[in-house]
């Protein structure tokens, strides 16, 4: 090992099995010796742990205590532990898809008529609308208001049923997103 | 004792022991990480006197990072505050990912580049000198040779861009892990090895001309 590789060891930080070369060669070149002693010097110096300015505690923590600290959770999700308490097949029971999935399933069974039509009614309306305006001309369709059989007490508790496991999946997505969101602006900064 | 140990400095580079006694205390880095942890988990809880406890520890090295990138004590100040603010008030989200240093020098190293940016061309010889002389100072102690050492070190880091200069104080503030400084500068691992070894080089040389060697 020549003066250039000590000075190379010296500023990568090389590995250490070119160590016992360095030192051997640092033992009979005084010039190599200073590098060491310099680089041994600025490090001790670096990695001093300097003292803040005086009071800095007292001012930060002035500071701090008018502050209020962000809340890393939203409330909602302080609930969700305790579903941790449920065997698997409860919470994934209590999982949107799956309600939302049973809801339909459940639906079907009970109203599939109904929903049949409404569904029927829906797209003859629809390919009434398309050839309308692909040829000009007005199609015959039977004069059936889907308003009226949407309407219906029976459709609109299904579709109650059908869009409430909806509305807390997508509460809970909003729910983790904001989780996200504080997590996101706490880490980085 | 080894030939060679005659000429190695008591406190050598080489030493695997040689990393930077962590927050300011006399343990180990990982008892202070483990205690580090502690506080944190109390001061998520709204613990004023844990988070002022980590004050105490971080507080000079966030403030010397700052004063390095800055090079002006008031605005030093000042970015050492605010980091040590926000991180009080985003503490509750802070999941432990990083040692609470390195999460701390990286909102400090954030602040401070951006106010580098806004003071750019503000700077003086003059705040230079007195940013030297503070850190001098809070880096000595009692002891005269440590403040010797410190000044030089300072007159020296002050030849140093910016980048450079925060690159190579926190690599010695964080356990000498080129990894954690890459994450906190947001920067590839080699582009951190770069910039240490340039800082390295140039400080090693300035230090040698300094002492009469070729």
Redesign the interface.
Known sequence: MNCHDV?RW????SPDDE?TAM??H??ICA?C?????????????????????RA??E???A???E???????VPVLEVLPLLRAFPWWARLALEPAALLAAVLAAVLVWRGDALFTLARVGALQLGAWLAQISTGTAAVVAPVNPLALALTPTVLACVALAVAPLVFMGSRLLADWSATM??R????? | MK??ED???S????GAQ????A??ETAGPAADRAEDRDLVRLA?G?D?AA??RL??RH??????LALRILRS?SDA?EV??DA???A????????G?AAFGS?LY??VA?RAFDRAAVLKGRRTRETDVEAAE??AA????PDPE?GE??R??ERLLAELPEVPRAV??LY?FED?SVEDVAKTMRMPVNTV?TH??RA??A??GA??RE?G??
């Open positions: 000075d010296l500023d990568d930080r160590r030192l051997m640092v033992r010039r010796s200073a590098a060491l002693g310099a680089m041994d010097a600025l490090e001790s110096a670096l990695t001093a742990a300097p003292a803040p300015p800095f505690t001012r930060v923590m500071r701090v205590a502050t209020a600290q962000m809340r890393a959770t504080v997590g602006h706490a880490r980085p900064l | 030939p060679w000429v190695i400095p406190k050598s580079v080489m040689a990393g930077p006694p927050a300011g998520q709204g004023q988070f002022r004050v105490e507080g000079g090295r966030a403030h010397a004590a100040e050492a505050q040590f603010v926000r009080w008030r985003a503490l509750p989200g802070f999941r990912d999460w990286r909102i954030r503070e850190l809070a880096a000595s102690g440590a050492r410190a030089r070190l190579v104080t010695y000498r090895k240490l070894h390295r080089a400080l090693r230090w040698m002492d060697t070729p």
